[in-house]
């Protein structure tokens, strides 16, 4: 049954990237169109003796229709150039008024495309008596939080290769460290290039630029279940926070590779914030030790198969909290309808109902999976995963993936408890949605307080 659940599941074609963006739309400038990134190349700049920070970021594009480039930055360019000239930019809502956006202001036909773009970074970055720390940490319960918060960059549809070229100027014998999950080379003191993968989205970059002697670190080694030893970095401003999260994280994996298969990711960095909650990456997390559990789990769902867009975050959190809970099994949700992935096709954040909700629903679809005598939800996500690890998905993927495994129809529980089909017809106004305890709603003190 396995073997026939796997071949199913694999047959189906998986499209991914400019298929998934939003759909242009009319501003009073012009025609504004989602772009496909090939390539972008930040040349990041900390001066601290100017105590500034800028970036210069080269975008290979391509497009399928003519009109104004799309990309964010929450940063208001200095200058831009579309194919050599320079030209203005305009930040414009998007229709529904869910989001912001920047559009360059050329008219670009269809093809390849290249854009520079001048910014600040007004984010993520405190200049000390130690040196320069930057992180470009995100939150994904908040608009426009994702990489664009730091500098230019797409939809989080979009995965193209990045290059960041890191400089610290000014800063005299003040050496400094990058802890990135992307390949670093350190050539000079205070230069660094770092290359990320090309299936990396707007919510998978980590980096994290300190001061040499800022934290207490641990590199380690762990044996993967398939005999691969990968490196382990582990910080903190406390020695005895550095041997708790090894402690927890090497039990942690050993349950994850024993569900899902060996750890996906070349790496693995814990930075220990001692703030509450986390938030992850891929092969990466920011976290207290009591969130390290749920953010390790998202390195396989959210930053190993990642949401396309902010109708897809929902599935992660979702099932990290199913996760959470010890993978319960309900014969039904505790919940009549609810609307988690059916909102504005141009939203960027996780609906904050994905946690308890959606937990409750993968409990229901276990027990589904099971009633039919299929091994349940876990086996699913298992072979999930095969298919499509490194891609972004949508929740109709997930649909499709799981009607392939069951050889069954799950439209109409989508419809009550995903979509909110029947969500008016309860009459009550939304309820307060509490605090999630792994992914708190940061305030911009708090992310600065981690750098």
Do not use: C
């Amino acid at each position: 049954m396995k073997l026939i659940a796997l071949i199913a599941l694999l047959s189906a074609q998986i499209m991914a990237g400019i298929n998934q963006a939003p759909s242009p739309f009319s501003t009073k400038f012009g025609r504004a169109v989602f772009v496909d990134f090939q390539s972008a190349e930040y040349d990041l700049i900390f001066n601290h003796k100017e105590q500034i920070a800028y970036a210069d970021t080269t975008i290979v594009f391509d497009t399928n229709d003519e009109g104004l480039p799309i990309f964010d930055s929450v940063s208001t360019p200095q200058a831009i150039w579309v194919n050599g000239e320079e030209v203005s930019q305009e930040e414009v809502y998007v229709p529904g008024g869910v989001s912001k956006v920047r559009v360059a202001n050329a008219i670009v036909a269809p093809g390849k495309h290249t854009m520079r773009i001048r910014s600040t970074i007004d984010k993520g970055v405190s200049f000390g008596g130690k040196g320069v720390s930057a992180g470009f940490f995100i939150k994904d319960l908040k608009d426009r939080m994702f990489l664009e918060r730091y500098v230019p960059t797409n939809y989080e549809y979009d995965q193209y290769k990045m290059t960041f070229r890191v400089k610290v100027e000014g800063a005299d014998h003040r050496w400094h460290d990058i802890f990135a999950n992307g390949e670093v080379v350190n050539s000079s003191q205070n230069t660094f290039e770092i290359t990320y993968p090309d299936f990396y989205t707007s919510s998978s970059v980590y980096f994290h630029l300190v001061p040499r002697r800022k934290y207490v670190r641990y590199y380690l080694e762990y044996t993967s279940i398939n005999g691969r030893t990968f490196p382990v970095t582990i910080y903190s401003h406390w020695r005895f926070l550095n041997r708790y999260l090894k402690r927890k994280a090497w039990t942690v994996l050993q349950e994850l590779e024993k569900d899902f298969g060996p750890w996906p990711h070349p790496r693995l960095i814990i930075y220990g914030t001692g703030i509450r909650g986390g938030m992850e990456y891929v092969g990466a997390t920011a976290t207290s030790l009591v969130s390290l559990g749920h953010e390790l789990f998202h390195s396989y769902f959210a930053k190993g198969v990642m949401p396309a867009d902010g109708n897809s975050g929902w599935m992660d959190e979702g099932l990290a909290s199913w996760r959470d809970k010890g993978y319960q099994s309900h014969e039904a949700p505790n919940y009549y309808s609810v609307n988690l992935a059916k909102h504005n096709k141009y939203t960027r954040k996780t609906d904050k109902r994905s946690y308890v909700k959606g937990r409750s629903f993968f409990a229901y679809i276990d027990y589904q999976l099971k009633a039919k005598g299929l091994a349940g939800l876990k086996d699913f996500l298992a072979l999930y995963f095969v298919k499509r690890r490194f891609t972004t998905v949508t929740t109709e993927d997930l649909i499709s993936d799981l009607e392939n495994y069951a050889q069954a129809s799950f439209r109409e529980d989508f419809n009550q408890y995903i979509f909110g089909g029947h969500a008016s017809s309860t009459g009550r106004s939304p309820a307060i949605v509490p605090e999630n305890p792994h992914h708190p709603e940061y305030t911009d003190q708090e992310l600065e307080s981690i750098l």
